[in-house]
């Protein structure tokens, strides 16, 4: 019953999309650090989104958003992620394990939890707790 109810759900479908274009994006980022300095791989990313960026803005009928605060955020955004994908594309052209600098980076989710507990009050039941400590601890073994 639960598994139906999250089968049918539409973040669920958007979340699989979201695992399958981050997966390909991670071993692209590894293939091209390999030939490339990581400045160079970080703007031909920037360059990639253009294409998205314009069918958002058609599909939008060319209709800015008008919250400064919103706007605010998704700039930010844009910078907090450009200097990470610098920072990825470094650890990937130091020609490290890819899997080991894959699953290093995702634990950026440990930050978001800490972030939404400390800004906007969230709250961890204690098995939440208790998977973050398993996500620290398996980064830790899996290094090894």
């Given at each position: ?50 294409p ?7 599909a ?39 899997s ?45």
């Amino acid at each position: 019953m639960i598994l139906n109810d999250t089968l049918k759900a539409r973040w669920f479908w958007y979340s699989m999309a979201c695992v399958l274009c981050w997966g390909g994006w991670a071993m692209l980022s590894k293939l091209g650090s390999r030939e490339i300095p990581p400045e160079t791989m970080q703007f031909l990313f920037t360059v990639g989104t253009i294409p998205v960026c314009v069918v958002l803005l058609v599909a939008r009928r060319f209709r800015m958003e008008r919250s400064p605060k919103g706007i605010s955020y998704g700039v930010l955004n844009g910078v907090l992620s450009g200097v990470g994908g610098l920072a990825l594309f470094a650890a990937y052209h130091t020609n490290s394990n890819t899997s080991l600098v894959t699953s290093a980076t995702a634990l950026y989710p440990m930050v978001t939890v800490a972030l939404a507990v400390l800004i906007l009050r969230e709250r961890l039941r204690p098995v939440q707790a208790v998977g973050l400590v398993f996500a620290a601890l398996a980064i830790v073994i899996f290094s090894m």
